[in-house]
């Protein structure tokens, strides 16, 4: 049976029997959805967390790209929906810290595919054979990416210099008088406090963080706790990315966004920060689920992934080129310049360059 979103139920695509899912009534179907509960950090780090939060699944590591696919017990070959190589499941079983949260997907796959062929009809460079190919190939992969969520209070005490500026009028060589843009510097230190909720950092080393950055925004507030059921139908990607390894990089975006703080908190139209020292405190997490539908495309030797947000359909992928478009494309650039002075000079000068 597979899970469709759409109608929180438990669908057979043989015989058409439904099954609903507990707790229906709950998230993204109405009513009130339950609260995710965060964990800690430290406990986690610890390898503390209680047995409740942990879980293994069957998973199988694709020898190329190195995703790791939970695959069911039926599955014994499948084809890697990151890179279209195919992957052969032995494979043992991986030990991690479970999902607390799922963003179900919105979309069908038939919505997917149709943002993806609207998104390739765009690119006027795209081979024509690719956009083809991508038109009558075979079925897109429903995948629920991994992510960790990171919620931390922050207090800052800093050092810095603000900066006011003003204007004095100074004579140039010429003789001609004209303002000129200076800054007066006074010393400032103060202190700034931010709680940071749900910092969203990629777990996953499959995807480019190019592609999956612009996939955003999404909307964690139709995330619903957890439950295999959710699953059904669909691949999930176990975690790459390990917990403290994903801290670090929103230790960056909280950095960055305290500079920010502290900037706004000096004034005057130029600030210097020297110092600041910045204490982190009750940081908690989740590891969460959010919906991706991918196509992996191997066109002329070369693979062409595309994929779309299951909640948005907003559309990132590989940009293929055509150099023959390009040298059509240069062609008739040089032949539209070439018309162009052509007249320019008929206008003006009657034709005398050409002749």
């Not at 597979?2 to 109405?30: N, Q, V, Y």
């Not at 950095?255 to 000096?266: G, K, L, S, T």
Request: aromatic share 10%; proline share 5%; charged share 25%.
């Amino acid at each position: 049976m597979r899970f469709a979103p759409s109608e929180g139920k438990l669908i057979c695509d043989h015989c058409g029997h439904d099954e609903a899912i507990e707790d229906k009534t709950a998230g993204p179907w109405g009513g009130e959805a339950p609260a995710l509960v965060e964990l800690d950090y430290e406990a986690a780090i610890a390898a503390k967390l209680p047995a409740q939060e942990m879980e293994e699944t069957r998973v199988s590591q694709c020898p190329s790209c190195g995703a790791q696919v939970t695959f069911t017990a039926a599955n014994h070959s499948a084809e890697c929906p990151f890179c279209a190589t195919p992957v052969v499941t032995d494979t043992g079983t991986h030990r991690h810290i479970k999902p607390k949260g799922v963003l179900p997907f919105k979309l069908t796959e038939k919505q997917a595919h149709d943002a993806m062929n609207g998104w390739l009809g765009r690119l006027w460079f795209a081979p024509n054979g690719l956009k083809d190919y991508a038109k009558k190939g075979r079925k897109m992969d429903g995948i629920y990416v991994p992510y960790w969520t990171y919620d931390a209070d922050t207090a800052t005490q800093y050092q810095g210099q603000r900066g006011d500026a003003y204007y004095v009028t100074v004579r140039g060589n010429d003789g001609k008088s004209r303002q000129e843009r200076r800054i007066r510097w006074s010393r400032r230190s103060g202190r700034v406090a931010r709680f940071f909720d749900d910092i969203l950092i990629l777990a996953s080393r499959s995807l480019p963080k190019r592609f999956t950055d612009r996939l955003a925004p999404w909307d964690l507030t139709a995330l619903d706790a957890y439950r295999p059921e959710f699953l059904s139908g669909f691949r999930a990607e176990g975690y790459t990315v390990e917990l403290a390894e994903g801290f670090e990089e929103a230790k960056q975006i909280i950095e960055a966004q305290i500079r920010e703080d502290i900037r706004r908190d000096i004034g005057g139209d130029e600030q210097r920060i020297d110092n600041m020292q910045v204490r982190i405190d009750d940081v908690t997490f989740k590891h969460i689920l959010l919906p991706v539908w991918l196509a992996a495309y191997k066109y002329r030797g070369q693979t062409f992934r595309f994929v779309v947000n299951g909640q948005t359909g907003k559309v990132q992928g590989e940009r293929p080129w055509s150099w023959v478009k390009i040298a059509i494309a240069v062609v008739l650039a040089a032949i539209a310049i070439g018309a162009g002075l052509y007249v320019y000079d008929l206008v003006e000068n009657g034709g005398a360059a050409f002749k």
